[in-house]
């Protein structure tokens, strides 16, 4: 059993930027994909960014250039940093997480067992 908690949402100005965090427990996060999803009211949970075991990196192509994913496995940390902020990035945040033994692209909600609370991003215009 894996628990998520997601931290570093707030509200900012278009243009500005975030910092979202995501702590797993359990021993063996370095062994884990993960995943960010995040949802506006009315929609269902799309994929934001997703990092391999291995530390390889894939985007969806609205946030693509503005936004970088990493993990330190020392913390058993995931972050999502979100520079070039736009309102239309206003969604709740979410990190998820699966088995990463095969490197796979994991971009839907059912490819992930694993999922935080949410944490609430809100740019202004």
């Known amino acids: 059993q894996v628990q998520l908690v997601e931290s570093g949402g707030g509200l900012v100005q278009a243009g500005g930027s975030l910092r979202l965090s995501c702590a797993a427990s359990?021993?063996?996060?370095?062994?884990?994909?993960m995943g960010w999803f995040r949802r506006t009211p009315g929609k269902e949970r799309e994929f934001v960014a997703g990092i391999r075991r291995g530390g390889n990196t894939y985007y969806a192509d609205s946030v693509k250039g503005r936004f970088t994913i990493s993990r330190d496995n020392a913390k058993n940390t995931v972050y999502l940093q979100m520079n070039s902020l736009k309102p239309e990035d206003t969604a709740v945040y979410y990190c998820a997480a699966r088995d990463g033994y095969y490197s796979g692209t994991y971009y839907y909600t059912n490819q992930y067992p694993y999922w935080g609370q949410g944490t609430q991003v809100t740019v202004s215009s």
């Open positions: 359990g021993r063996t996060f370095s062994t884990y994909a």
